[in-house]
């Protein structure tokens, strides 16, 4: 699976939108890019994945750029449960695929 | 839906004990199954795959003999850490395939003294 990079961390303010990036410059065509969250000591949430078309759903946002090199994930109003670290994968379809985890990045959001 | 549990969420035992750990997904049958293992402020490592009715791919430099992983059913994973160490002492998270996009319990926080 091709890596992917984020930022170690970022913050923002309650209320207002979270736009966290990765760059994944090396990705194939057939691999989507998934994005997972991880509370404190919980297991890592799905929000959200795609191909190439953005996405949206009750959660999050996902701009996938023309390209395909580099995607945002954006929190419309972020309040203060998500404060997490953001996982962003990519992953080829198929029964023999799995995630690989990297670092993420840790959001903070502040009151 | 897409919910996936674990039992127990903590355990301690003595060094040289085996513990289970079990993998249910609750409101759909997986056919894959994985565990994951995360130490302290790092992050998730995949162990191993399991298939259910075969036997558990594992991970370099995973011991497939102290993880013992058995997937008897489309709804039950169990994860066996056998003569368990301080050394093993960790958080381990399954997770279960719905389609396309995995799904991951909530944990269980092992202790071994």
């Known amino acids: 699976d091709a890596k992917t990079t984020q930022p170690p961390s970022m913050d923002c303010a309650e209320g207002r939108a979270a736009n966290l990036p990765c760059n994944h410059s090396t990705i194939s065509g057939n691999e989507y890019v998934y994005w997972y969250r991880q509370i404190h000591s919980q297991g890592p949430q799905y929000i959200i994945h795609g191909l190439k078309n953005n996405e949206t759903n009750e959660m999050a946002s996902l701009i996938i750029t023309e390209d395909r090199k580099s995607s945002t994930l954006i929190l419309p109003h972020a309040t203060l449960r998500d404060t997490a670290v953001y996982y962003c994968i990519v992953r080829v379809t198929g029964a023999n695929s799995k995630l690989t985890f990297g670092k993420g990045i840790t959001l903070s959001v502040r009151p | 839906g897409a919910v996936v549990s674990q039992h127990p969420s903590r355990v301690i035992c003595k060094s040289g004990t085996s513990v289970k750990i079990e993998c249910r997904s609750l409101d759909f049958q997986a056919t894959t199954m994985f565990w994951y293992r995360q130490f302290p402020k790092k992050s998730l490592m995949l162990m191993a795959t399991s298939n259910e009715g075969s036997k558990a791919t594992y991970e370099q430099g995973v011991e497939k003999d102290k993880f013992l992983i058995n997937h008897a059913s489309l709804t039950l994973s169990t994860l066996t850490v056998t003569s368990a160490h301080p050394e093993d002492s960790s958080f381990y998270i399954c997770?279960?395939?719905?389609?396309?996009?995995?799904?991951f319990g909530p944990g269980t926080r092992l202790l071994v003294l």
């Open positions: 997770s279960a395939r719905s389609r396309e996009t995995q799904y």
